[in-house]
């Protein structure tokens, strides 16, 4: 599959919604800001036609229900971004409340690779997340394969990457569950993690960027993840070595 046929997804893991919650507007005015000459100003219908939404602010705050936002999209077959957010029953970790889930595709395409940090930093400040990740179609395979369930036994990851404990399954909400190509930690999500250690961190942190509300977005590597590719696997199982609190393998 070629770059130019896959596209780049972005999501974010945040509190559940509240009553009169600015949150969703403030994740769509970013992605606009984050791709120039983007407008997210369609909807689409059950039968799957898009919908004009000339005054798609009101619309959208009048349709933020099911602790959710609905479909938004631009009108460009050759270059769809679109970005909806659900209300995941599930929390981040053991016994925690629902979340929210924000979900973002754009081709992955240069466009889309020159402003992927921006999008992911966008819409993890706007839905004020505690973590998430930006990383290429396909890649969502590779990581369900490295939740451990209690019927593996043995359980073998492919690549060599590493057993993760179920989502459902952990105790701390704020450590993200899997690394992605780009990863955003909120300010209390690396303090879980133990990032940034200036003696160890350095090649990370000449790719990261620091979010206005004390967050990072990490990037693993300078292309997109490829596990094809050996630097990318030994860069992404390095950062698995460093991070073992991800997943919750072990204490930071």
């Excluded at 200036?198 to 206005?212: E, F, I, V």
């Amino acid at each position: 599959m070629t770059t130019a046929q896959r596209t780049l997804l972005v999501i974010v893991h945040a509190p559940a919604l509240k009553d009169h919650d600015d949150r969703p507007t403030a994740v769509v005015h970013a992605m606009e800001r984050a791709l120039p000459g983007l407008c997210l100003v369609w909807t689409m219908s059950e039968k799957g036609d898009l919908i004009a939404l000339p005054r798609r602010d009101e619309w959208f705050a009048a349709s933020t229900t099911n602790g959710g936002f609905p479909f938004l999209c631009n009108d460009d077959d050759n270059h769809l971004v679109t970005v909806a957010g659900l209300e995941n029953p599930n929390g981040l970790a053991a016994g925690s409340p629902p979340h929210l889930e924000v979900h973002a595709d754009l081709p992955l395409d240069a466009a889309g690779i020159a402003g992927a940090v921006d999008v992911l930093a966008g819409l993890a400040e706007g839905a004020r997340a505690v973590w998430g990740h930006a990383t290429p179609s396909g890649y969502g395979g590779i990581v369900a394969q490295q939740f451990r369930h209690p019927s593996d036994e043995p359980h073998v990851p492919p690549h060599g990457l590493p057993s993760l404990k179920l989502p459902w399954d952990k105790s701390t909400p704020e450590i993200p569950h899997f690394l992605g190509w780009l990863n955003y930690w909120s300010g209390a999500a690396a303090r879980a993690i133990g990032f940034p250690d200036l003696a160890r961190d350095a090649d990370l942190l000449s790719r990261a960027r620091r979010t206005a509300s004390g967050g990072w977005v990490v990037q693993l590597t300078d292309a997109p993840l490829d596990l094809d590719n050996p630097a990318h696997l030994d860069a992404l199982l390095r950062a698995y070595e460093r991070f073992p609190a991800i997943g919750e393998r072990s204490a930071p």
